[in-house]
């Protein structure tokens, strides 16, 4: 157990994140303290803390990019950018989207082909509200955007499509 010098609190030391160059290993301050004062210091000046990183990566190039290179082939990469894709873009947390997968049988929700093994569904939205509809193939996506969302169009299409096959 431990004592943290800024909340005061008694703390099992698995609280406090390690320090060599302390007497018992371990902050002062408990990992909540801790974050906290990052959080605010960051806040106040936030160009300060990317300086300091970006000053980082110049004088340890080579570490830097070998982290970098394991960060990316272990696949953590590509689904840290899909999650934050999906939630910029969406709002949609990794859950919602395999949740929404799952309700559409895994297909889409048009044509009802699977998705290809190397593109996923893609996330549809009412571009007037920005309310998620569904989860489109590339092909329906795009033949929806190009008819600019329009029922009229849509049906016009339709229409034209089979008269054509007479």
């Given at each position: 157990m431990k004592r943290c010098k800024k909340c005061?609190?008694?703390?099992?030391?698995?609280?406090?994140?390690?320090?060599?160059?302390?007497?018992?290993?371990?902050?002062?301050?408990?990992?909540?303290?801790?974050?906290?004062?990052?959080?605010?210091?960051?806040?106040?000046?936030?160009?300060?803390?990317?300086?300091?990183?970006?000053?980082?990566?110049?004088?340890?190039?080579?570490?830097?990019?070998?982290?970098?290179?394991r960060y990316i082939a272990s696949g953590l990469k590509a689904v840290a950018d899909r999650r934050s894709y999906l939630k910029r873009s969406a709002g949609l947390s990794l859950d919602d989207y395999e949740r929404m997968l799952k309700a559409q049988g895994g297909r889409c929700a048009i044509c009802r082909q699977p998705p290809n093994s190397k593109i996923s569904l893609h996330v549809d939205h009412d571009h007037r509200t920005g309310r998620v509809r569904g989860l489109l193939c590339f092909t329906c996506n795009n033949g929806l955007g190009q008819l600019q969302d329009s029922p009229v169009l849509l049906r016009k299409a339709a229409a034209y499509v089979e008269a054509g096959r007479g």
């Amino acid at each position: 157990m431990k004592r943290c010098k800024k909340c005061g609190a008694t703390k099992p030391v698995e609280e406090f994140y390690r320090a060599a160059d302390t007497r018992d290993g371990r902050r002062g301050d408990c990992i909540r303290c801790f974050s906290a004062a990052r959080k605010a210091r960051n806040a106040a000046n936030p160009e300060a803390n990317r300086a300091r990183a970006r000053a980082w990566r110049l004088e340890n190039a080579e570490q830097y990019w070998e982290t970098k290179r394991r960060y990316i082939a272990s696949g953590l990469k590509a689904v840290a950018d899909r999650r934050s894709y999906l939630k910029r873009s969406a709002g949609l947390s990794l859950d919602d989207y395999e949740r929404m997968l799952k309700a559409q049988g895994g297909r889409c929700a048009i044509c009802r082909q699977p998705p290809n093994s190397k593109i996923s569904l893609h996330v549809d939205h009412d571009h007037r509200t920005g309310r998620v509809r569904g989860l489109l193939c590339f092909t329906c996506n795009n033949g929806l955007g190009q008819l600019q969302d329009s029922p009229v169009l849509l049906r016009k299409a339709a229409a034209y499509v089979e008269a054509g096959r007479g």
